[in-house]
């Protein structure tokens, strides 16, 4: 589904990704992880088109998407997440998530389309898709699952979620990972999850990537990650 070759992404002189190769089949949710400034967000943002990378490919089903507009690649099937949830608070949770449909499907789809994708959607992240529902009073999780239901509603191939468990505590953050693998297991989604955290995360991903100054330093499954002697110096240290 999606495979990423030799990405690099150079910020002046500095490199922040640096000739990063890895691929995800499929139906594979893909954990990439790293500490804070190993290029996982610069990774991520090169897929999703919000930025160019400076070299490397990103095909997505076999087609090239590197360079493509951020617009473009969420009409091409991915959806993103965003770190920090900006949701239209003068909105209802469902007209959000119909915003995010209509723009998914380039406008090209009538109102009550747009309806059923929403709804569809809210009901995946478990928020509430009655029209009187907002985002007022939605707490750390509930923005998450908003910002969960709003990529879902552009019914992405490939869903990239970045940093998913900030500000969740230890409960909230397994049912978050619970939410993702019911996704994948549920829709056959794809997905590419960042954290900076391994914790929780490496009880539902198939796969691990783990990213340190801007290049891999190791590929594998998550029990490997858990016994790996260079995942565990930039995780704990020498
Ligand atoms: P992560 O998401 O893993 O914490 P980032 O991809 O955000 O890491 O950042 C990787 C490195 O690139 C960091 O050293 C960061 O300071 C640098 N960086 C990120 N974005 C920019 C930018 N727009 N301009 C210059 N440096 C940047
Ligand atoms: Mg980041």
Redesign the pocket.
């Known amino acids: 589904m999606l495979q990423v070759e030799g990405l690099t992404k150079k910020?002046g002189g500095?490199t922040?990704v640096d000739a990063v190769s890895f691929s995800v089949p499929q139906g594979e949710i893909l954990g990439l992880l790293?500490p804070?400034?190993?290029?996982?967000?610069?990774?991520f943002n090169c897929i999703a088109g919000m930025l160019k990378p400076t070299a490397g490919s990103v095909r997505l089903a076999g087609e090239e998407i590197a360079g493509l507009t951020a617009d473009e690649s969420c009409r091409r099937g991915i959806g993103r997440t965003f770190q920090i949830p900006r949701p239209f608070r003068g909105l209802s949770l469902l007209e959000n998530a119909m915003l995010a449909a209509h723009f998914g499907a380039g406008g090209h789809i009538d109102k009550p389309e747009a309806e059923r994708r929403a709804r569809d959607a809210l009901r995946l992240a478990q928020l509430p898709d009655d029209p009187q529902a907002t985002a007022h009073g939605l707490g750390a999780a509930g923005l998450k699952k908003l910002e969960l239901a709003r990529a879902l509603a552009t019914q992405p191939k490939l869903l990239l979620a970045d940093e998913s468990l900030g500000g969740l505590d230890t409960g909230e953050m397994r049912q978050a990972a619970e939410m993702l693998k019911r996704i994948r297991d549920e829709r056959g989604i794809t997905i590419v999850w960042v954290e900076?955290i391994m914790g929780v995360l490496l009880s539902v991903v198939d796969r691990v990537v783990v990213?340190d100054h801007?290049a891999v330093i190791f590929k594998g499954t998550p029990a490997e990650a858990q016994d790996d002697p260079k995942v565990a110096e930039v995780y704990l240290g020498p």
Do not use: Q
């Open positions: 910020f500095f922040a790293g804070n400034g190993s290029g996982k967000s610069t990774t900076h990213l801007g």
